[in-house]
């Protein structure tokens, strides 16, 4: 989700640890040891994402081949009881992320009004999601102001290639979020989604053409990036 408006600690906590431009800091807890909890799972979670899945190696390069400052804070449950979500910022860092792994639901995607019949969302999903809004606003695409839908279908897109890495249900889409199991045919679901989503999709390629490299070169059934370079990539023209 992307939020537009400062968080809402009055002071920054001392506890807090670095991985490459992600300053991950315990702003609100109070408790040491639970700060210092907070910030060991979120590196972790970071690092994992980072050596475990392809995917998640792909945005977390194109976050640190930017080298911009970003500041990821727990949760202050402005988006309801259990989201995250992440903005394009001013001042010190670029971009923040609002995010704690056992805020979010490990059975479904819920909030004040209900809960929806989307695939469970992880924290590892969750954080992956946030990261694309990240990767997008230290390469200064991500609009600073207004809300764009379009964002949040990028970031579900590059979620469901993960979700395919790690043999978890993907989504249709943001707002309506219907299923799609990991095992049914998704070489159909691809060639659907991508012609559903042509606009979005060539959008996110050629503004995020770096992150989209990397994401095409990821082997996963599920690979709209890899999808539009093949139909956009001139062939070779051979030589007589």
């Not at 194109?62 to 309801?80: C, S, T």
């Not at 490990?106 to 694309?132: K, T, Y």
Request: net charge neutral; glycine share 4%.
């Amino acid at each position: 989700m992307i939020l537009f408006g400062e968080h809402w600690f009055e002071s920054a906590s001392s506890i807090q640890a670095k991985l490459g431009p992600i300053v991950v800091r315990a702003d609100g807890i109070k408790d040491e040891r639970k700060a210092k909890q907070y910030v060991a799972q979120v590196v972790g979670l970071l690092r994992a994402l980072e050596a475990t899945y392809k995917t998640g190696k792909a945005v977390m390069t194109a976050i640190r081949m930017r080298n911009r400052p970003v500041l990821v804070f727990p949760y202050d449950f402005q988006a309801g009881p259990s989201n995250a979500w992440a903005r394009r910022s001013w001042g010190m860092f670029t971009a923040t992320v609002s995010f704690t792994p056992l805020v979010i639901s490990a059975a479904s995607r819920c909030n004040e009004d209900g809960c929806d019949n989307s695939p469970p969302s992880a924290p590892f999903q969750v954080m992956l999601h946030e990261l694309v809004h990240v990767a997008r606003a230290v390469a200064g695409k991500l609009p600073m102001f207004s809300l764009d839908d379009a964002e949040e279908e990028m970031a579900v897109m590059v979620t469901n290639m993960l979700s395919e890495e790690s043999r978890r249900d993907l989504m249709t889409d943001y707002y309506v979020g219907n299923p799609v199991a990991v095992t049914s045919d998704l070489a159909v679901f691809s060639r659907e989604y991508f012609e559903d989503n042509a606009d979005m999709i060539g959008r996110f390629c050629r503004e995020s053409k770096d992150l989209a490299l990397r994401l095409a070169q990821v082997p996963t059934k599920f690979n709209p990036p890899r999808q539009f370079f093949n139909t956009t990539t001139p062939k070779p023209r051979s030589g007589r």
